[in-house]
């Protein structure tokens, strides 16, 4: 049920839409440039890798030494306008039509995070990664690994078609609010580190 809610909506949504992303596109090579797309290996269920499909939002800018700049240096204006109003996550829903990825379960991360989660935390990657989850609805990037953890795992743990239609609806509530998108200093969050001395943790930590 959930898979066939996924393929619904991502398609009608994709046929609405076309003209948004249209004009997103072109926005985003007036004013970053090529590439117009943001491609990134992540992982998916299981932790199996596919290749994220985003907008850019930021620019290639390097300081003297031709080492790139943080990415909160490299976010112009218009960057954060694509991120706080998510249009930047609406080429996502090609990755749900092909089954990488849901609308709605835990954010897909990087690669290189993998090896940092406790076996709690790797419980994430027992469903589909989502364009929106239960944790973006509570905080987004305003809260701590921890907290986003905790809510992944709630979700993994009770997920269902009416808990999905909820988050849809929240997700509406706070892309118009436009509220915790990213955290102080930070282009979204600062990076997962692991759990440093913590006996669940899992070894070769990278």
């Keep these: 049920m959930k898979r066939l809610f996924d393929l619904i909506v991502a398609g009608a949504a994709l046929l609405a839409l076309w003209p948004l992303l249209l004009l997103v596109a072109l926005a985003v090579r007036v004013r970053l440039g090529s590439p117009v797309f943001f491609r990134q ?40 306008f694509l991120r706080s109003t998510s249009l930047d996550e609406l080429p996502e829903l090609i990755n749900v039509l092909r089954g990488e990825m849901s609308l709605v379960g835990p954010r897909p991360l990087l690669m290189a995070y993998l090896d940092r989660y406790s076996p709690r935390q790797a419980r994430r990657h027992e469903v589909r990664p989502g364009i929106t989850g239960w944790a973006q609805v509570n905080g987004r990037n305003a809260i701590s690994w921890d907290e986003k953890f905790e809510y992944d795992i709630w979700y993994v743990d009770n997920q269902s078609l009416a808990l999905d239609l909820k988050i849809l609806w929240l997700t509406l509530g706070s892309v118009f609010k436009a509220d915790d998108v990213c955290q102080p200093g930070h282009a979204t969050m600062e990076e997962f580190m692991g759990n440093g001395d913590n006996p669940d943790n899992k070894e070769g930590r990278s």
């Design 41 to 80: 290996v992540r992982p998916g269920l299981h932790g199996k890798p596919f290749e994220i499909v985003k907008f850019r939002t930021m620019r290639d800018s390097t300081g003297p030494d031709g080492t790139p700049l943080p990415d909160c240096d490299r976010l112009p204006p218009f960057g954060r």
